[in-house]
Every structure is written in structure tokens, then in C-alpha cells.
């Protein structure tokens, strides 16, 4: 067991060790973000060269155009140098691979994990297993992060490491308790939780912890160029930021943004982990275990032509024919939004995830989740369905023909 004052003895290594970790996160999450809103606006598509096809790729030159319009970048230099950023850390690459630098020219790259070579070292492996789990406690209705009191400070969504391995083992996240605290030790040195007083190493035990990532934070792009100070204390709107109660008792949302700034997001059907505490009109991202979480930048303008009843849906002779997905998650979600309610349907389906592998698509009706009836249900309920259940879920939906 390692108890008080281990987190002191690492020293000056394992400090650099984890801002070089907190850049990676960064990168991961806002690379991930950036994607989401390019396919959204449908920036990344098939683009013809020389009698040529191209999946899913970009315009450089477009892009940059863009960034300057949604004022991501000042200028183009600076366009160039967050993109620059993005292709040294593998998010992107040239289509061909030709050119190892992002050029202002009318050249295609695309993101990694739209082609399948993103690579999936074990760094990025904990961060998006983290960020699965984060979405996954977030979503679920349960007591596990709440306000607690250790060391004579009260912690908002705290959580205690004896009950979060209880989670994790009734979850199936994990098969033994050594193996759910070796995977609670490593999400401390990743820098996604930590101990509320950083004073102690992640244990079975009676010890408090907090997420130190916020997921959903929007980042702005022009935030990769910076680098952080471990030493300079961090704002409520950064993603590191330890939720520790206002003596006054004020309020300290965990959610740091504000509800029009927040990304729109679907809790238990997008490929990147990302959630948020929406009105009906909003929608949540998932995770495997339920993201991107992605942070998913979501229209909120329904694909529906019109809303139908359930009634309407199973009608003899109706216009809708029914058909059954078994959709496999991957490292980083099943890949699809729903939205809606009585009956829910597909927002959006991402192109490179299991969804759209398996034939969903938009404007599909869910009928049912692993078996149970969804039709009187409306997308939260679906999404929690979908969160607490297994990776591989079964999904019958309603086509119109």
C-alpha cells in the first residue's frame, strides 16, 4: 500500500512525465473535436484527384480558410501552426504521405482515425479508457461522486477509491480488484484523476479522488500552441482544474462552461466522450462503456422530416420496415448519436465508426436496446440503457422503405 508522501517522493521525472501526459491529453481531445465539427460541416468528404478517390479527407487550403472563419486561428501562419501541431503528434497525415509538413496549398490530409492509422499506443489507450469511464460515471444515475469531506476540506464529485473499484468490477470494467487499483494508479499518473489533497497514490481504500480532466470542456485550438505551467494555477474553464468546494459555499459547477458555449452531445452513442447536461432539444456523446466523447460538435436542427408516433412505426402494412444492428464498440465508442423521444432516432452516425459499419444510419427509429422495448422512452433513458450495458449491444430500429 502506498500511503501519504509517495506523490512527493516520485520528484522532478515523474513531474515532467505527467505535464508531458496533460500536452498529450490536449492534443488527443481537441484533435478529436476538431474532427467531429469538420465532418459536421462537412469540411471532410470523398474528393476526386486524377481519376482518383479519396475517402474522407480535407482540402488544406479550405481548411485553413475555416479556421480563420470560425476564428480558431488570427491569421493563416497561425492556421498552419496548429494544423503543423496536430500532423507532429499523428492526429493527421497527408493522404499520400508525401508531405511531412501541413502546407497552405491545395493538398488532402486526413485525420488518422478516419482511415484506421491512428496509433493506438498505450498512452492513448489510457487516456481514451479513461475518458469511457469518465463519461460512463457521469451518465449513469448513481451516488458514487458526490461531496465529501477529507482532511478538513469538503471536495465536490468526489469519489472514494474502495467504492470506485466496487464500480468498476460491478461495471465489468475489470476482473479483479489489484487489477481495477493497478488501473486506478495509472489513471493517476495520466494525470485523469488524483488524490483531492495530491498526497497520496491511488489505493483500495478510504482515500478521496477527483477527475482532473474535464472532457467536455470546448477546447479553443489555438490553446495547442501554449504550453501549460504545472506551477501556475488553472482557471475553472481548464480541463485539469480540481473541483474543491468554495469555502463560502458558492457554487462550483463541474461543467465550467456556459450552456451556450456547451458542446451538444449524445450520452451513450458518439464516438468521442463527451456529455453534457442538455434540455431536450440537446444530446449526449459516449464512450464504449459509454463518448467522445468525444466532445462532439452537434447540430441541433433534427434530421427528422417529421416525427412520427410508435403506433405509426409498428402499423400492418406501414411504410417503416424493421431491422436489427449488432454493433461491437470499439476503443472509442459504437459511433452514432440519438436524440429525440417517443420514439428516439439517429441524429448522426460517424462514417469511420462500428455503427456505420454495421448499415445504421440517420433518421433510423430505435424500436429496441439488447432486447427492451424503447419506443415510449426518450434519449436519456436510451442512453443510459446503452451505457450500463455490455460493449456489444443489439439494436432494432425502424427504416422507412
Known amino acids: 500500500m502506498v500511503l501519504e508522501g509517495e506523490m512527493d517522493g516520485i520528484g522532478y521525472t515523474m513531474q515532467k512525465k505527467a505535464a508531458e501526459l496533460e500536452r498529450l491529453a490536449e492534443v488527443l481531445v481537441t484533435g478529436e473535436q476538431l474532427r467531429l465539427r469538420l465532418h459536421e460541416g462537412k469540411l471532410i468528404k470523398d474528393r ?62 486526413r485525420f488518422r482515425k478516419d482511415d484506421g492509422t491512428f496509433p493506438l499506443d498505450s498512452e492513448a489507450k489510457v487516456f481514451m479508457r479513461g475518458q469511457r469511464i469518465y463519461e460512463k460515471l457521469m451518465n449513469a444515475e448513481n451516488n458514487l461522486l458526490q461531496t465529501r469531506e477529507e482532511d478538513n476540506g469538503s471536495f465536490e464529485r468526489a469519489l472514494v477509491g474502495a467504492e470506485f473499484i466496487d464500480w468498476l468490477l460491478q461495471e465489468g470494467e475489470i476482473a479483479d480488484r489489484e487489477e481495477a487499483e493497478r488501473l486506478g494508479r495509472r489513471l493517476l499518473e495520466h494525470g485523469i484523476i488524483q488524490h483531492v489533497t495530491n498526497r497520496n497514490h491511488f489505493v483500495d481504500g478510504p482515500l478521496l479522488y477527483q477527475f482532473r480532466m474535464n472532457f467536455r470542456r470546448r477546447r479553443r485550438l489555438i490553446e495547442l500552441l501554449h504550453e501549460r505551467s504545472r506551477s501556475i494555477p488553472e482557471s475553472h474553464d481548464s480541463p485539469f482544474c480540481l473541483r474543491k468546494q468554495n469555502s463560502d459555499g458558492g457554487n462550483t459547477s463541474f461543467l465550467s462552461v456556459s450552456p451556450t458555449k456547451e458542446i451538444k452531445v449524445v450520452a451513450g452513442v458518439r464516438r468521442s466522450s463527451l456529455s453534457s447536461s442538455c434540455g431536450s432539444s440537446g444530446y449526449y456523446s459516449s464512450s464504449p462503456t459509454l463518448s467522445s466523447s468525444p466532445p462532439v460538435l452537434c447540430n441541433p436542427k433534427s434530421v427528422l422530416k417529421r416525427q412520427v408516433s410508435p403506433e405509426e412505426l409498428q402499423s400492418p402494412g406501414g411504410p417503416f420496415v424493421k431491422k436489427t444492428f449488432t454493433i461491437v464498440g470499439d476503443a472509442v465508442g459504437w459511433g452514432f448519436v440519438v436524440r429525440g423521444s417517443k420514439p428516439c432516432h439517429i441524429q448522426a452516425v460517424d462514417p469511420g465508426g462500428p455503427a456505420a459499419a454495421a448499415g445504421m444510419k440517420v433518421c433510423h427509429f430505435v424500436v429496441s436496446v439488447n432486447g427492451r422495448n424503447v419506443l415510449a422512452q426518450d434519449y436519456r433513458a436510451v442512453s443510459n440503457l446503452i451505457l450500463t450495458g455490455p460493449r456489444t449491444i443489439v439494436m432494432e430500429v425502424m427504416e422507412e422503405a
Open 48 to 109: 476526386r484527384h486524377h481519376l482518383r478517390t479519396y475517402p474522407n479527407c480535407f482540402l488544406a487550403k479550405e481548411l485553413i480558410d475555416w479556421l480563420i472563419e470560425h476564428k480558431e486561428a488570427s491569421d493563416r501562419d497561425t492556421a498552419i501552426k496548429i494544423m503543423q501541431k496536430l500532423l507532429d503528434q499523428s492526429i493527421i497525415h497527408h493522404v499520400c504521405d508525401e508531405h511531412r509538413d501541413f502546407k497552405d496549398l491545395k493538398l488532402f490530409y
